[in-house]
């Protein structure tokens, strides 16, 4: 998902220059905006008894964290309709932000209460080490077929690889959210 996120990430404020004609630090704004909504989403999850039964499990947290995310990365899209008023491609992009902020700090929690005692190091070493290939190998994936798109135009270039991220954040969300939590943590 941080894969994902990263990867849409570096072609919205592109696509806010070039499409919609934003400036350079207009467009950074998105990315501001996002960032706050980030630290917003962590703190909703490190306090979530003010939102009851919504956020009551830490697979609802994840859960909902995700579904935030998905639609955050549809801000990527929304550029490239201009009956889309900017101000919607911003905050559908922070939703995202938000989601990123319960999604990982959720998803940290419980991978490390499923560490086996005394492994918790090990665990997060090995977490980071993920989300770094993970998001470098989306990133110069993403970055190849753009480039590979780029001759046929901006538009068709961001749709093609935003549209594919999409597809293999539904598909990995499709596949790995019904198998749940493992191995005894709550759900």
């Known amino acids: 998902m941080t894969a994902a996120y990263f990867g ?14 934003l400036s350079a630090g207009a467009a950074g704004l998105a990315l ?19 939102f009851g039964r919504l956020l009551a499990t830490p697979r609802r947290r994840v859960t909902l964290g995700g579904a935030a995310v998905v639609v955050g990365l549809t801000a990527g899209l929304l550029v490239l309709v201009p009956a889309v008023p900017v101000v919607v491609i ?9 989601g ?37 190998t989306v990133l110069a994936l993403g ?7 780029l001759p046929v135009g901006l538009a068709p270039a961001l749709l093609t690889v935003i549209g594919a991220t999409l597809a293999v954040v539904g598909l990995v969300g499709v596949l790995w959210l019904p198998r749940g939590w493992t191995r005894g943590a709550p759900a």
Do not use: K
Request: hydrophobic letters at 50%; charged letters at 10%; a negative charge.
């Open 8 to 21: 849409v990430e570096s072609y919205v404020p592109l696509a806010l220059v070039e499409e919609r004609g």
């Open 32 to 50: 501001t905006g996002a960032a706050l909504a980030w630290f917003g989403g962590s703190w909703v999850v490190a306090h979530p008894g003010g």
């Open 143 to 149: 970055a190849v077929v753009f480039a590979a798109m």
């Open 90 to 98: 911003l905050l559908t992009w922070a939703v995202g932000g938000l």
């Open 100 to 136: 990123m902020g319960a999604a990982t700090a959720g998803s940290s929690v419980q991978v490390l209460a499923l560490s086996p005692p005394g492994q918790e190091g090990a665990t997060s070493a090995a977490m980071q080490t993920n989300d770094a290939i993970a998001e470098s």
